[in-house]
Structures are given as structure tokens and as C-alpha cells.
């Protein structure tokens, strides 16, 4: 389903919801707006999540790659089962991969567009040593990549015990920007006050309510963003 439909389907809902609960059409188009906005932020939630579940992979396909190049696998062929047993999140890139590699038979190029396509600094520097090994036939491709992996392991832990203890303090936010609207869906059952809200002065309120809002959860998701690792090999290996 795609995002604008689905955001559709969440205002409209919440407004024919909240207009029958409150029959007023300024507190339910103003709850619609808010549904809306939840919608989209939940769908790019969704996406980070799986953006992050990407990222703690990439350890594990060093594991993989470690263990089949000491198995007696070249380091294509191990690049290739990673297809089959790697991670879940990445094997549908690899399976790309494989087609690619078998297709032209350039490893560089199959490589590349790897990196191109995943974008983080952690792959870059996973295929960037692998080029290189490629190419000069390094034969400290696995001290290299154990190092990495343990980087790329104590750069995880370290993000993931700062997104704990900071993880209290968002749900907080969230709570304190959603309260404000729970109480209104409550008080909007009462006549006197869906007339209140019916009237121009009203709708300014909730206009101003929907716009501090928006102002307060942006400021703090900003303020508690993890600053990301720069990409140092955006412009591939020379």
C-alpha cells in the first residue's frame, strides 16, 4: 500500500470517528490532520527500524565472509552464498549480487553496485577492503576483516546503550505532545464544548494546538538524533 494512501485511509477514519463522537467538524478535521501526521511518521519509524536492522547485519556478513574464505571458498564465491545464508534483511541485494556477478562476470562492478545500493559507511568499508584485496590479491583480507567486524560490533553497542537510556526520555515527549489531544477527545463528548470549538476562535485554537505540536516533536527528535558516521568511500576505490 503505498505512503499517501495509507495516510489518506488514517485521516479519513479518524475524522468520521471523532466527528460522530464529537459532532464537530473543526475538532474532527484537526484529530483527522493528527492521524495523518501519526501515519506518517509510524510508516518512517518502520522504515528506520529496518534501516537499523540493516546496519547490525553487517558483522554478521563478515562472519559469513570470514568463514567461508577459511573454509577454502574464494572470496567470490562466499560473496555469492550470501545469497542464500545471510542475513534475511541483506540476502535480497546479494541475490542481485549473484545475478550480476554471473551475468557479467565483473566482480568490481557487481561490488559497486552493492555499495551504491546499501549507502552506509559500515558496507562502504567492507567492500572498499574487499575491492582492494581483489585487485592486489591482499593476503590480510582476514585480519582486516575481523577488525572490522569488531568496529563495526563496539560502534552498535555504543549507539544501542545511548538509544536505551535516551529512549525514556522520547516516550516522554511523545506521551507529553499526545496527552493534550487525548483530553480533548474526551471533553469533545461534552456539547458545551464541541459548540466552543465550532466557533472561528476554536478552530484557531486547535490550528495553533496542531502547530505547537508539530514545532515541540520535531525539536525534540532533533534534539535527541545520534549523530551518523560519515561515508568516507562515497566516490569508490581509485
Same mark, same amino acid.
Given at each position: 500500500?503505498?505512503?499517501?494512501?495509507?495516510?489518506?485511509? *488514517?485521516?479519513?477514519?479518524?475524522?468520521?470517528?471523532?466527528?460522530?463522537?464529537?459532532?464537530?467538524?473543526?475538532?474532527?478535521?484537526?484529530?483527522?490532520?493528527? $492521524?495523518?501526521?501519526?501515519?506518517?511518521?509510524?510508516?518512517?519509524?518502520?522504515?528506520?527500524?529496518?534501516?537499523?536492522?540493516?546496519?547490525?547485519?553487517?558483522?554478521?556478513?563478515? &562472519?559469513?565472509?570470514?568463514?567461508?574464505?577459511?573454509?577454502?571458498?574464494?572470496?567470490?564465491?562466499?560473496? $555469492?552464498?550470501?545469497?542464500?545464508?545471510?542475513? &534475511?534483511?541483506?540476502?535480497?541485494?546479494?541475490? @542481485?549480487?549473484?545475478?550480476?556477478? #554471473?551475468?557479467?562476470? &565483473?566482480?568490481?562492478?557487481?561490488?559497486?553496485?552493492?555499495?551504491?545500493?546499501?549507502?552506509?559507511?559500515?558496507?562502504? @568499508?567492507?567492500?572498499?577492503?574487499?575491492?582492494?584485496?581483489?585487485?592486489?590479491?591482499?593476503?590480510?583480507?582476514?585480519?582486516?576483516?575481523? *577488525?572490522?567486524?569488531?568496529?563495526?560490533? @563496539?560502534?552498535? $553497542?555504543?549507539?544501542?546503550?545511548?538509544?536505551?537510556?535516551?529512549?525514556?526520555?522520547?516516550?516522554?515527549?511523545?506521551?507529553?505532545?499526545?496527552?493534550?489531544?487525548?483530553?480533548?477527545?474526551?471533553?469533545?463528548?461534552?456539547? *458545551?464544548?464541541?459548540?466552543? #470549538?465550532?466557533?472561528?476562535?476554536?478552530?484557531?485554537?486547535?490550528?495553533?494546538?496542531?502547530?505547537?505540536?508539530?514545532?515541540? #516533536?520535531?525539536?525534540?527528535?532533533?534534539?535527541?538524533?545520534?549523530?551518523?558516521?560519515?561515508?568516507?568511500?562515497?566516490?569508490?576505490?581509485?
Amino acid at each position: 500500500m503505498k505512503l499517501s494512501l495509507r495516510v489518506e485511509i *488514517s485521516a479519513s477514519v479518524s475524522t468520521a470517528v471523532v466527528l460522530l463522537i464529537s459532532r464537530s467538524v473543526s475538532i474532527a478535521l484537526a484529530f483527522g490532520i493528527l $492521524a495523518s501526521a501519526i501515519a506518517f511518521l509510524a510508516i518512517r519509524t518502520k522504515n528506520n527500524i529496518n534501516e537499523a536492522a540493516m546496519t547490525a547485519a553487517w558483522p554478521e556478513v563478515i &562472519d559469513h565472509l570470514m568463514s567461508g574464505i577459511q573454509s577454502g571458498l574464494s572470496l567470490t564465491e562466499s560473496l $555469492a552464498g550470501l545469497s542464500t545464508r545471510g542475513p &534475511d534483511v541483506l540476502r535480497p541485494a546479494f541475490t @542481485q549480487f549473484k545475478a550480476t556477478l #554471473y551475468g557479467s562476470g &565483473d566482480v568490481g562492478q557487481a561490488i559497486q553496485e552493492l555499495k551504491s545500493k546499501f549507502a552506509h559507511h559500515g558496507s562502504d @568499508q567492507i567492500f572498499e577492503a574487499l575491492i582492494i584485496s581483489k585487485a592486489l590479491g591482499g593476503s590480510e583480507l582476514l585480519q582486516i576483516l575481523r *577488525s572490522l567486524g569488531d568496529f563495526l560490533r @563496539q560502534d552498535l $553497542a555504543l549507539r544501542r546503550e545511548i538509544e536505551v537510556k535516551h529512549g525514556w526520555v522520547k516516550n516522554s515527549a511523545h506521551l507529553s505532545a499526545i496527552a493534550p489531544w487525548v483530553l480533548l477527545l474526551m471533553l469533545s463528548t461534552q456539547p *458545551s464544548t464541541a459548540a466552543a #470549538y465550532s466557533t472561528a476562535t476554536g478552530a484557531v485554537i486547535l490550528g495553533a494546538g496542531l502547530v505547537m505540536t508539530g514545532i515541540a #516533536y520535531f525539536w525534540m527528535n532533533r534534539l535527541g538524533r545520534l549523530p551518523q558516521t560519515p561515508r568516507v568511500f562515497v566516490g569508490g576505490s581509485r
